[in-house]
T-cell receptor, first 115, second 107 residues
């Protein structure tokens, strides 16, 4: 079974631009969660989607948004990029349930650099 | 205030040593996760446990729900165990992570 895939793996943007990241979960997994990892803040939960609906959300501004498609693939969008948005963005999938209540399978991440 | 605290932050061990990483949390939980992150970023889920002890190969994870504390033990450590180990707890609709323990095992 293929693992979680994320595209692109690396991305360089400038302040003020917007970016869209993509995540394809393991086949059969319906829950997709997104996380931001920075050296200063560590791993932080962004949001979780299940059956095309945002089910849980972390403490991030509205510039961070996402969506999930009927095939469970998910996209994350960050608008009006700031320097502090430079981070590794990870997605994880699980069969069902809120993030953390089932085993999570992580993708390799997208490293975003904002200049 | 951090919901999840890990110690130590950094750990260097000789190959073969027994290693313990600790995690304390302040929120009510039904499960706790131990994750492993190798250089390059990839994260692997090691354990998800809600009580007692779990063992997988040379890795052992324990949790004491009453004391809000968990430990990850590595027996007979090996250089390939060098990684960052992160504990994480789901609570309500949030998922909190520790800052991680960076482990280096020297041959």
């Amino acid at each position: 079974k293929a693992g979680v895939t994320q595209t692109p793996r690396y991305l360089i943007k400038t302040r003020g631009q917007q970016v869209t990241l993509s995540c394809s979960p393991i086949s059969g997994h319906r829950s997709v969660s997104w996380y931001q990892q920075t050296p200063g803040q560590g791993l932080q939960f962004l949001f979780e989607y299940f059956s095309e609906t945002q089910r849980n959300k972390g403490n991030f501004p509205g510039r961070f948004s996402g969506r999930q498609f009927s095939n469970s693939r998910s996209e994350m969008n960050v608008s009006t990029l700031e320097l502090g948005d430079s981070a590794l963005y990870l997605c994880a999938s699980s069969l069902s349930g809120p993030p953390g209540y089932n085993e999570q399978f992580f993708g390799p991440g997208t490293r975003l650099t904002v200049l | 205030k951090n919901e999840v605290e890990q110690s130590p932050q950094n750990l260097t061990a000789q190959e073969g040593e027994f290693i313990t990483i600790n995690c304390s949390y302040s929120v009510g939980i039904s499960a706790l996760h131990w994750l492993q992150q190798h250089p390059g970023g990839g994260i692997v889920s090691l354990f998800m446990l809600s009580s007692g002890k779990k063992k997988h190969g040379r890795l052992i994870a324990t949790i004491n729900i009453q004391e809000k504390h968990s430990s990850l033990h590595i027996t007979a450590s090996h250089p390939r165990d060098s990684a960052v180990y992160i504990c994480a707890v789901p609570t309500g609709n949030q998922f909190y992570f520790g800052t991680g323990t960076s482990l280096t095992v020297i041959p």
